[in-house]
């Protein structure tokens, strides 16, 4: 059975709050909002909502449903139901059709009442076996090399008696009776998949603690929040057969399902939350580090992570000792994303063609590969999907993103950058204040691939005036080679320098270019002796620019310091 009316489509993002927001459930849900968008914009009854899967009370938290949220919402995902957040002075979420609460935890209630219904029905029943009694068993399996499926012994209890004692609230949980005849998953994406019943056995609906499993959960929300269209990762076609059991046990209809390709690394591994603990265990070992380096993380609890494949870090510890050893972490997570600063624009533009492609083609003949989210909302559809796995290339997004950030305005492109500061950089937002980070903009925009670029073009700015390290070669061409002029000029020039009020760049740019009208010399002679005394490199931001975010007191300083540094002979020539 599928939901009928072909009017409404209403899709759902169902995340679990146990960790941030990985890159494949980013996907999921961008995909999800975007059909339902399309379907809006042919204008059926579209709409996407969000729930949040927290059943799981030892590893859900607070803190990672809100990190989901505010994930989403930087992403430009919004949702029609579902938790509320704020996000650009505009509320996202909320109940207007009266379908929620939207967390897992807070329908209890009706869970029950649809698993006492199976009971009744005789679709599912209670089982009392201990966990040592079902771990038994399964050794016995695995010794006899045969697979393990539950034995049905709980129904060898007289039906009365099974319910007398779960009644008397005797341990137990209750399992699904699993139908004897093949289930067909009628698949958009890999089209009709079927699963004999030797398959499966009867699994548990709800677990000893009192709290649903998955299974029945999803299938119940998805139900009487109205979800007609089901998108997500082949890693759930296992327990799509489960699900429609449960719904044709309830008399419920089956949403259409659409399983969407794997994301995997370039090698073929699959892009896992753990390839970042592996990078900075990697690392850690050719460091030879015996204890630990991070405060909070104890050398014996180091010890052991660094033993133990399975124990990793918590992310901001994977951080920090990834800063401490100068290593690189994988992007996994959409905070990944943000931290190395991708826009959202860039890296929603790039998680679409994961497993989608838009068959459309540019003016040239070549494909549609560049759209914005009204693109992507206009055309996505399951045609376009393929059945194999996505490679995530980081080199490809890495260009999607230096495109967009060259098509931004220099005002946006100096927000964007300090909003970005703000939350990772703070120390770059101490240093300059927006009107400064406006002025670099122009300069800054042009050499960076992500917004955590902007800080090593402009990295001299935070060295203190007696560090800078100058280039040796750089030093000698600029100022020492042939007759020594770029070192005379520059002496000249230092001044110069008390006299430039207000000290903007266009009144230092001026100043530089009346200095050479004066002693008829070429731009070059004396800009880049400068460039070198302040930065330490032949390379910068536009001057004017350079010397102003660093202040007149301190290009005096610096400036002094490279005349004392030259004098003394400067570095080795070639």
């Not at 599912?124 to 399964?138: H, I, V």
């Not at 259409?256 to 850690?284: E, Q, W």
């Not at 790039?350 to 003949?365: E, F, I, R, T, V």
């Not at 993103?401 to 060259?406: F, G, K, P």
Request: proline share 5%; hydrophobic share 35%; with cysteine.
């Amino acid at each position: 059975m599928s939901a009928s009316d072909p009017n409404t489509v209403i899709t759902r993002f169902a995340p679990s709050p146990t960790g941030h927001l990985h890159i494949g459930g980013a996907r999921t849900a961008l995909l999800c909002w975007a059909y339902a968008q399309r379907a809006q914009k042919e204008g059926r009854n579209g709409r996407f909502l969000l729930r949040i899967e927290d059943t799981d009370q030892t590893r859900s938290s607070e803190s990672s449903t809100q990190g989901i949220l505010k994930d989403l919402a930087w992403l430009g995902i919004d949702w029609a139901d579902g938790p509320t957040v704020e996000h650009n002075n505009k509320t996202i979420g909320g109940d207007e059709r009266g379908v929620g609460p939207y967390y897992q935890s807070q329908r209890l209630d009706l869970y029950n009442e649809h698993i006492n219904k199976l009971i009744e029905s005789d679709h599912a029943y209670p089982a009392f076996e201990t966990p040592e009694e079902l771990e038994a068993k399964r050794k016995v399996a695995i010794e006899a090399k045969t697979g393990y499926k539950y034995d049905r012994s709980a129904l060898d209890i007289p039906r009365e008696e099974r319910m007398q004692r779960m009644a008397a609230g005797e341990p137990h949980v209750v399992r699904l009776k699993m139908p004897d005849s093949p289930i067909t998953v009628h698949d958009q994406i890999l089209g009709d998949v079927t699963v004999g019943p030797d398959e499966f056995d009867d699994f548990i609906i709800r677990k000893r603690d009192g709290f649903p499993t998955y299974h029945l959960a999803v299938v119940v929300d998805d139900a009487l929040m109205g979800v007609t269209h089901v998108l997500r990762g082949q890693e759930h076609l296992i327990n799509t057969p489960r699900h429609i059991a449960i719904q044709q046990s309830l008399g419920f209809d089956s949403p259409t399902y659409a399983h969407m390709p794997l994301i995997f690394n370039p090698d073929g591994s699959k892009m896992s939350k753990r390839d970042k603990d592996k990078t900075a265990k990697r690392a850690v070992k050719e460091a030879k580090l015996e204890s630990s380096p991070i405060e909070g993380l104890s050398d014996a609890d180091f010890a052991k992570w660094l033993k133990d494949k399975t124990r990793q870090l918590p992310s901001d510890q994977l951080i920090a000792l990834a800063g401490m050893l100068g290593v690189h972490l994988p992007e996994i997570d959409v905070e990944d994303f943000r931290r190395a600063g991708y826009l959202p624009e860039a890296l929603n533009n790039y998680l679409a063609l994961l497993g989608w492609n838009p068959k459309s083609k540019n003016d040239d003949g070549t494909d549609v590969e560049r759209f914005d989210m009204d693109y992507l909302a206009s055309h996505y559809g399951f045609e376009g999907m393929g059945k194999g796995q996505a490679k995530f290339d980081r080199v490809k997004l890495l260009s999607f993103n230096a495109d967009a950030i060259a098509q931004l305005s220099d005002e946006d492109f100096a927000s964007r950058w300090r909003d970005w500061a703000s939350s990772y950089d703070p120390a770059l937002c101490e240093r300059f204040n927006a009107n400064d980070m406006l002025m670099l903009a122009p300069a800054v925009k042009t050499r960076c691939k992500t917004l955590a670029d902007g800080r090593d073009v402009i990295g001299f700015a935070f060295v203190q005036d007696d560090a800078i390290e100058f280039d040796g070669k750089a030093l000698h061409k600029a100022l020492l080679k042939g007759e020594a002029k770029g070192l005379e000029m520059l002496k000249r020039f230092k001044d110069e320098l008390a006299t430039i009020d207000p000290f903007t760049p266009e009144n230092i740019e001026q100043a530089v270019k009346d200095f050479c009208e004066k002693h008829e010399v070429g731009m070059g002679k004396v800009a880049q002796p400068i460039r070198v005394a302040v930065t330490g490199g032949p390379v910068s931001p536009p001057l004017g620019q350079t010397l102003a975010i660093i202040g007149k007191h301190a290009v005096i300083a610096r400036i002094a310091r490279c005349i004392e540094v030259a004098d003394a002979g400067g570095a080795a020539k070639e």
